[in-house]
């Protein structure tokens, strides 16, 4: 792979393939999810999204925290900061699929596959610069030393 490439400034950074590789696993699984509620439980567009996009919460939330993006700082607060992100990003995805539902009269499988790529780009670029922000909030500060004053 080109050097250049990989040393982009904060376009290309090592985070978003390591999101990419967990976004895999977890859109393999929530869209299994969602099939297999559509399938075997009748459940309706909106029953089945939440159902798999919830069981994916947690192991997201374990992976990329530690893995993606590597970070060190308090985790209940950043768990709330993730939910937060994860409900903006559902948000953009459910808007999606029952636009193209309800709108395109898009077949309601197609639409929950096409709605993905809307969820993973606004989780990304929120748990980045949000949830797992790298700052003073998430990195303890050494304490200030005061001069001292010569006698």
Known sequence: MNSDLMTAPKLLD???FKFLIVGIGNTLTGLSVIYAMKYFFAANDIYANAFGYTCGLIVSYALNSRWTFE?????L???KRFCICFLLSYAANILTVMTLIKALSLDAYLAQALGMPAYTVTNYILCKHYAFKKDSLSTPQPEAVSPTKPD
Do not use: H, M, T, V
């Open 77 to 79: 607060s950043a768990f």
């Open 14 to 16: 090592r985070s978003l």
């Open 71 to 75: 970070f060190k700082g308090e985790q």
